[in-house]
């Protein structure tokens, strides 16, 4: 009988802990509480479920729970997109699931 090793649960919270080890300058932890939540929603998540569609659910999320503006969302954006571009290098995942997950930073100009 043949073994399958193709398909290999591995878990958010575990790559995300590889990757602060390889990477402890990552810019993922900058935004502390996004990152908790990040790690309490994702990170029993197998990395090939996380797509497109759950992280633009969370972030909608914790706009509504912390009144982020899209500048703040951007800003955790970059720092998770930071672990994602980690997960393609090491061959882990071959899409980023943040491709196309953009907030609009339009401002009202200020009145004169």
Same mark, same amino acid.
């Given at each position: ?19 602060? $080890? /390889? ?9 502390? @509480? ?5 790690? +309490? *929603? #994702?990170? &029993? ?16 999320? $914790? /706009? ?9 969302? @951007? ?5 998770? +997109? *930071? #672990?994602? &571009? ?27």
């Amino acid at each position: 009988m043949r073994e399958e090793n193709s398909l290999v649960t591995q878990y958010v919270g575990n790559l995300l802990r590889e990757h602060l $080890i /390889k990477c402890p300058d990552s810019k993922i932890t900058v935004r502390r @509480n996004c990152f908790v939540s990040f790690c +309490n *929603h #994702f990170g &029993k998540f197998d990395i090939h479920q996380l797509n497109k569609e759950a992280l633009e659910n969370w972030f909608l999320k $914790i /706009k509504r729970e912390n009144n982020y503006t899209n500048r703040s969302l @951007n800003a955790t954006r970059a720092g998770i +997109n *930071h #672990f994602f &571009k980690y997960l393609m290098s090491e061959n882990i995942i071959l899409r980023n699931p943040l491709d196309g997950v953009y907030f609009d930073e339009r401002r009202t100009p200020k009145k004169r």
